[in-house]
């Protein structure tokens, strides 16, 4: 048989892989019997010298490249690190020149921690630099309010504030990199067990812990502050050493309590609900709707021990009236909750009786 060099050309890649057809192959090997051009072709085809080469080449010149960003990385971070060591030279001196304590000097230091934490350390760290900003973040920060507190009460204030500062700030932290952090230190390996297959309600617990705490400082502070109003020329105390009493604690923790349903609800739904995604979109859907609509009768309840449904106010053919129009935008969130629910939740159960 006699074929063109161009056309076995074209089926040595195919041969060598071992993918072509039989007749191909035995075309590709009489052919190869009486062509040394051919024959040269197919050896050169099965060197990889000048892949691994090139391979080992780009490996090489990436490493390089990674190191040289690295080490830039590290002066400049070193650099700004000294730059910051300035003012705090300075203050430390100025404080003990002025015959001061280091009172004042901490809140400086603790102050450019607090700026290092997010400028210098994403330079210094190569890896988990995102964990290990966001933890010298929070440790910096809480330095910070730590040493103002501690001046406020050198001075003669009421360094209790500290608590009232921190523990929101780290709720509001939690809500935000919770998340994240489970995640990540998940991957790490460090978190195992059941806490690494229930990561979300790991998640969603922190931050219900935290929300407590803040409702608890909050009422320990207050709880030891004595306000006095001026009425009539003289002084009142409003609130004394146990003033708040259930005053604070009953509505707090039970709005807060209740507030909480909603989250947890839609996220018990949608984690644990053992249903297509219809169907929990449809009950998402109608809790909310229910939820949004009953959530200010159970607050007012709460606060005034009166329960009034504002959907007995409801008329949707009067628009005059504040009261009736509140009413009547409560009934139709309540009634587009249920009817766009109610779709969700039909078109689940057909999809879920077809399958």
Not at 35 to 51: F, Q, R, S
Not at 81 to 98: C, E, F, G, K
Not at 278 to 291: D, K, M, P, T, Y
Not at 318 to 341: E, M, T
């Amino acid at each position: 048989m006699n074929i063109s060099c161009d056309i076995i050309m074209d089926l040595l890649p195919l041969y060598y892989d071992g993918v072509c057809n039989e007749n191909s192959r035995k075309a590709v090997e009489e052919h190869l019997t009486e062509c040394d051009k051919c024959k040269n072709v197919l050896e050169k085809t099965g060197n990889n010298t000048i892949d691994n080469f090139l391979k080992k080449e780009r490996e090489e010149v990436v490493a390089h490249h990674a190191k040289a960003v690295k080490r830039k990385s590290l002066i400049v971070g070193i650099s700004i690190a000294s730059v910051m060591a300035i003012p705090v030279l300075i203050t430390l001196i100025v404080n003990l020149a002025t015959g001061h304590a280091l009172d004042w000097f901490f809140i400086v230091l603790t102050s450019l921690m607090t700026l290092a934490s997010l400028t210098v350390v994403p330079l210094i760290f190569e890896k988990e630099k995102r964990l290990w900003t966001l933890g010298s973040f929070t440790a910096s920060l809480t330095l910070l309010l730590l040493s103002c507190s501690v001046y406020d009460a050198y001075t003669g204030g009421d360094g209790l504030w500290f608590f009232v500062a921190i523990v929101p700030v780290f709720f509001g932290l939690s809500v935000l990199f919770a998340p994240f952090v489970i995640k990540r230190l998940h991957a790490l390996g460090i978190l195992t067990g059941f806490a690494a297959r229930h990561k979300g309600l790991l998640a969603m617990s922190v931050d219900t812990i935290l929300l407590y705490a803040v409702i608890a400082v909050i009422g320990l502070f207050a709880q030891n502050k004595t306000i006095v109003m001026q009425e009539a020329e003289r002084a009142v105390v409003v609130y004394g050493q146990n003033g708040l009493g259930l005053d604070y604690w009953r509505p707090a923790l039970l709005i807060t309590s209740l507030s909480l349903l909603f989250p947890w609800g839609l996220f018990l739904i949608i984690r644990y609900l053992k249903a297509n995604s219809f169907i929990r979109a449809g009950i998402c859907v109608i809790f909310s709707g229910l939820f949004l609509t009953m959530i200010e009768n159970m607050i007012n309840w709460i606060l005034e021990g009166v329960l009034r449904f504002q959907f007995r106010n409801a008329n949707l053919l009067v628009w005059n009236s504040n009261s009736v129009i509140d009413a009547n935008i409560w009934l139709l969130i309540f009634l587009s909750g249920c009817v766009i629910g109610g779709v969700l939740l039909g078109v689940g159960l057909l999809r879920k009786k077809k399958s």
